[in-house]
């Protein structure tokens, strides 16, 4: 089974709220086993280094096939972008 990187925004007064609210629109769109969010139960939130830009620091993560996203059974990962705006991102079986 292959695996596709997806990059989702969320809205939500928590991320949690976000993830959820996500999960559930993608869903109604998608199959779970997409590549897309809805094929993730979890998410695991990670901060942006200070100054540095949030979109080129996922770029990163997923250029360094870093550790707590590259799991395609493994939590997303999260960002916040602004209040109440979170981006979900990560390897998702497809």
């Known amino acids: 089974m292959s695996a596709n990187w997806f990059e ?3 809205c939500g ?3 949690k ?11 109604a769109e998608q199959c779970i086993n ?5 094929a993730k139960d979890e998410f695991t939130q990670i901060e942006v280094p200070p100054g540095q830009d949030p979109e080129a620091f996922v ?3 997923y250029e360094n096939d870093d550790p707590r996203v590259e799991d395609k ?7 916040q972008l ?7 991102f990560g390897w998702a079986a497809s």
């Open 17 to 27: 709220e976000a993830f959820d609210d996500a999960v559930a629109e993608d869903m």
């Open 13 to 15: 007064e928590t991320a």
């Open 82 to 88: 602004k209040d109440g705006e979170w981006l979900f």
């Open 8 to 10: 989702t925004i969320g």
């Open 59 to 61: 770029r990163e993560l």
């Open 34 to 38: 997409c590549g897309s969010i809805a």
């Open 73 to 79: 059974w493994g939590p997303a990962g999260c960002i």
